[in-house]
């Protein structure tokens, strides 16, 4: 069964606080992805890695900041948090760019920047 | 670029009917892979079903099956025996060889008792 984590899972913050999302898989994937999607709406990839010390810029632009220092873990930061990023955010794993890379997603964190 | 359509926002079904969630996507990759992920309400998105585009039978699972169509690029998903646990957003997914994901924008569907 895939395992992969997100922690908090609601977080309610005034503008301007810097707040990190965490991810956490345990599957040993290589790959991960931060989604963002507000409430019954499309996904936007918004940063992914392909391993350590790889991270890159997804479809849609954010001001959010990503880090890949551990295999397993692929912590979102915000620097200073406003109303605009109120949205709830997923993050997802997968094995391998050879296999079906099915996407293994977390239970997502819903974000509210009051 | 890749594109994903579901053209359909909202459906609904009475429970123990049959139900179709319509896909089509747009590519000019001969490989590549289809999938459906299911979003319940305030739960975790998870996969349905998958498809090889390279295999010509359509992939089932349970009372989950698809209807893939390569030459029209269509890639429908099939609910047999709708149950309550079904409602939810459903995605439909591509994605290519090296390719990240394409995700369509989602259908809503809701099971009537």
């Known amino acids: 069964e895939a395992d992969i984590y997100q922690t908090p899972r609601y977080l309610v913050i005034g503008t301007g606080k810097k707040i990190t999302l965490e991810c956490s898989q345990t599957?040993?994937?290589?790959?991960m992805y931060w989604y963002q999607q507000d409430p019954g709406m499309e996904l936007h990839l918004i940063h992914y890695s392909y391993g350590v010390n790889s991270t890159e810029k997804g479809d849609l632009s954010s001001e959010s900041t990503v880090s890949r220092i551990r295999t397993e873990h692929f912590p979102l930061t915000l620097e200073s948090a406003r109303p605009s990023h109120t949205s709830q955010y997923l993050c997802?794993?997968?094995?391998?760019?050879?296999?079906?890379?099915?996407?293994?997603f977390g239970p997502g964190t819903r974000l509210t920047v009051l | 670029a890749q594109t994903v359509t579901q053209s359909q926002p909202e459906m609904s079904v009475q429970e123990a009917e049959t139900v179709t969630l319509s896909c089509t996507y747009d590519t000019s990759e001969s490989d590549y892979y289809l999938f459906w992920y299911k979003q319940p309400p305030s739960r975790q998105m998870i996969l349905v079903i998958r498809q090889e585009a390279y295999k010509q039978q359509n992939a089932t699972e349970n009372r989950f099956s698809v209807n893939f169509q390569k030459a029209a690029k269509s890639f429908s998903l099939k609910i047999s025996d709708s149950q309550l646990g079904d409602a939810a957003m459903y995605f439909c997914?591509?994605?290519?060889?090296?390719?990240?994901?394409?995700f369509g924008p989602g259908t809503r569907l809701s099971v009537l008792p």
């Open positions: 599957m040993g994937h290589d790959k």
């Open positions: 997914a591509y994605r290519s060889y090296g390719q990240n994901f394409v």
């Open positions: 997802a794993s997968s094995e391998s760019w050879t296999s079906t890379d099915t996407q293994y």
